[in-house]
């Protein structure tokens, strides 16, 4: 008797502890997680006008936002979150050069707490990076040979100890593990970011007109179009080797030539700016598996211009090329598919357009909020997730 009892508990447990993991199954397969975002990632673009939001789903600019009392803007780059925007000034309303924060909301940028440049010299800001982390802030000081790091993890982000390089760094960018910067300074010189110490400068050949470089997204390789020629020279990291220029076929005409370079997320194709042999703004394409430049896009009928190519930035998906014309009256951003090669109507955005003004928001997920409604064993519990939000755009589908 006493052995039938025991039985039977231990299969009334068996009983319950089956029903309990069917009710979980239904659960779990009743649970909406939110997966997608529409694709609408915000391009920033700043200029004389201040910065301009751009909406890639749209492609319609919103009106300029510029602080009272600063000056010209320059250089931009948005936090891996997201959530801010940091962009170079000329003038933080203080008398000197620095970075202003802008919180990235759903209504538009809005300017936070300035960060003002407090040394002696009157440096020559003309680059900014940050780390994947977000912790760290470098800015390139073109006048003064050095790249001055700012710590936003402190209360009051100030910058810090200016670190020492060869040249006049024209441009950084940072390493996809956040360990090193790269200053673009009559070569490359690494940075540790552990130590914010300068390694030996690397690539010399590549020399003074060198103004802008992109890595590649895994970090091996840099390439950097030399300004005044037709070249892009591909450089192996950390080793500092140059490899065979790429010739894009681009008129150096005055001097102007080839400008800056982005490199697709998938590493198949990078988009150089250029000045064409007919004297328009392009783009040229670059197959990086074969080193060979394709045919360039012609930008000058986009904008009825035969403007200055500047800045240029990529979508995270890789589908559309952002590219910047500066105008003697007026500027623009000029969308390219990169299915087609084939330019789309040019978005006003001010004027005073610089070379490495444009930054667009990187793929963040949706913040995940769920209602559960629970039910009888055996039944599904509901987990809503229909108030789960996004940044900008929304949601397009839950699994």
């Given at each position: ?16 502890w089956?029903?309990w993991?069917v ?40 009106s ?17 979150d ?12 203080q ?6 924060p ?26 900014i ?19 001055v790091p ?10 810090g ?54 890595l ?9 179009p ?11 990291l ?29 590493a198949?194709?990078a ?29 000058g009928?986009?904008?009825?211009s ?13 589908k ?8 003697a ?16 109507v ?13 930054a667009?928001?990187p793929?963040?997920?949706?913040v ?14 509901m987990?809503?997730?229909s ?13």
């Amino acid at each position: 008797m006493l052995s039938r009892m025991h039985e039977s508990t231990r299969l009334g447990r068996v009983a319950r502890w089956f029903g309990w993991a069917v009710a979980v199954v239904l659960a779990v397969m009743a649970w909406q997680v939110p997966v997608a975002a529409a694709e609408s990632w915000q391009a920033f673009v700043t200029s004389a006008n201040g910065l301009t939001q751009i909406d890639t789903g749209s492609d319609t600019a919103e009106s300029p936002v510029l602080p009272v009392g600063t000056g010209l803007m320059g250089p931009v780059a948005i936090a891996p979150d997201g959530r801010t925007a940091y962009v170079v000034t000329s003038d933080t309303g203080q008398g000197q050069p620095g970075v202003i924060p802008f919180a990235l909301t759903a209504s538009g940028p809005v300017p936070e707490t300035a960060i003002t440049y407090t040394g002696t010299s009157r440096p020559g800001f003309v680059s900014i990076a940050i780390t994947p982390n977000g912790q760290m802030l470098y800015v390139a000081d073109f006048s003064d040979d050095a790249v001055v790091p700012i710590d936003l993890t402190k209360s009051t982000p100030a910058f810090g100890r200016p670190i020492p390089v060869t040249g006049g760094p024209s441009d950084l960018a940072v390493s996809p593990d956040g360990s090193t910067v790269y200053a673009l300074d009559g070569g490359i010189t690494p940075i540790a970011t552990a130590t914010n110490t300068a390694g030996p400068i690397l690539a010399t050949s590549l020399g003074g007109n060198a103004e802008s470089f992109a890595l590649a997204p895994d970090g091996s390789e840099a390439y950097v179009p030399i300004t005044g020629t037709p070249y892009v020279y591909p450089v192996a990291l950390p080793s500092g080797r140059v490899g065979t220029g790429i010739d894009i076929g681009a008129s150096t005409n005055g001097g102007e030539g080839i400008r800056t370079i982005a490199i697709t997320p998938d590493a198949g194709t990078a988009y150089a700016t250029a000045i064409a042999t007919n004297g328009d703004p392009s783009v040229v394409p670059i197959d990086l598996a074969t080193g060979e430049a394709e045919t360039g896009i012609d930008l000058g009928a986009a904008t009825s211009s035969t403007g200055s190519p500047g800045a240029i930035a990529i979508t995270p998906d890789g589908k559309t090329v952002y590219a910047t014309v500066e105008g003697a009256n007026s500027g623009w951003v000029v969308p390219i598919s990169t299915a087609t090669g084939t330019p789309g109507v040019a978005i006003t955005a001010g004027i005073g357009i610089s070379d490495w003004a444009i930054a667009i928001t990187p793929d963040v997920p949706p913040v995940a909020s769920f209602t559960v409604t629970s039910a009888p064993p055996g039944s599904a519990t509901m987990f809503d997730a229909s108030s789960s939000t996004v940044q900008f755009g929304s949601i397009t589908n839950y699994e």
